[in-house]
């Protein structure tokens, strides 16, 4: 299914917004207005027609059931996708105060990593050392805050995977485009009505019974980061995933407590020892404050001080202040 299938649910005016290819992220803020993200740059977009929230309701209950799902005063919350990799996150009420909050990620193309170097998003440098450290099946996590290009990095780095391997690709909602002909898709799915969760715990435990070569995780939210730990700390190597996280050293720490969430009963060291003899490198990107999305960092990851307490980290590259302010 793709837009076309649910466009005639949304007033003409919305319909234009939602296939405007210059457009990454669409957010309907109820009644109270609509925003859109056009190349970094957030701006209100004037409708000629209000929206109402009759109108909003309509449009998502009927997405909501195209997809297989339900949206009610029971379960206000939807977080879906298309098959186009288009993302779909509602709110509504009794929740959402002045109506139904909508937002659409769009993506709109996926750029190789030498298109992001030419656009200035990644230093060829990284590139090459990144890919070389893909090749030697080391195990990396891209950070950032939302909106920073993590998945677009990500995207572009698999590119440099060996076609012939065998890919493990787990996503909560799936939207990766993965152009390897033995990869597998899953996604994992929140509990709905006639519908029990899938978690992404259950699909890394389910994922070291279908031989992967690698195994590529979305963005880690949650305790899921324990079990990739232990898929990481136990031969899985070439693993790439993504975490949200204010600097690379910060990622680690990231990690470290989601994966402590799940265990609470394990030593506070311990487990960042773990993450420190899982992961191997960590990239760091940025949305700056003109809407431009660069890497700032790479990291190695040496290991860690457990009598300073520490990760040790051996600093890769960090842009300059001279390359912050372009």
Not at 104 to 115: A, P
């Amino acid at each position: 299914m793709s837009w076309d299938l649910v466009l005639g649910f949304f007033p003409e005016e919305m319909q234009r917004l939602i296939l405007d290819t210059t457009i990454s992220d669409l957010m309907i803020n109820g009644t109270t207005g609509v925003f859109a993200d056009r190349n970094g740059m957030v701006e209100r977009i004037p409708l000629a027609s209000a929206l109402t929230t009759d109108t909003l309701l309509a449009a998502t209950q009927q997405i909501a059931r195209k997809l297989g799902q339900n949206l009610s005063d029971q379960n206000p919350i939807l977080n879906t996708r298309l098959p186009d990799g288009s993302r779909v996150a509602v709110v509504g009420p009794p929740a959402s105060v002045n109506g139904i909050t909508m937002t659409i990620r769009k993506f709109n193309r996926w750029y190789t990593s030498d298109e992001l170097i030419t656009s200035g998003s990644l230093p060829k440098q990284v590139r090459d050392t990144v890919v070389r450290l893909i090749g030697e099946r080391k195990n990396g996590i891209i950070s950032g805050g939302t909106g920073s290009g993590k998945t677009t990095l990500m995207k572009a780095l698999l590119d440099h995977v060996p076609l012939h391997e065998r890919l493990i690709v787990i996503e909560q909602p799936a939207e990766l485009k993965v152009g390897h002909p033995n990869a597998i898709r899953w996604e994992a799915v929140e509990a709905i009505p006639g519908q029990v969760a899938i978690t992404p715990s259950q699909l890394l435990a389910a994922a070291l019974r279908h031989r992967p070569d690698r195994i590529i995780m979305g963005e880690i939210r949650d305790e899921c980061g324990y079990d990739l730990l232990q898929a990481m700390n136990t031969g899985h190597g070439g693993t790439l995933s993504t975490i949200h996280a204010k600097s690379a050293w910060d990622a680690l720490n990231r990690l470290s407590d989601l994966a402590l969430s799940a265990r609470p009963n394990l030593n506070h060291a311990f487990v960042r020892s773990e993450t420190a003899e899982a992961i191997d490198f960590v990239l760091y990107c940025e949305r700056d404050h003109s809407g431009k999305r660069r890497v700032r960092e790479l990291i190695h990851v040496a290991g860690y001080n457990h009598t300073e307490q520490s990760f040790e980290t051996e600093e890769i590259y960090r842009a300059s202040e001279k390359e912050q302010q372009r």
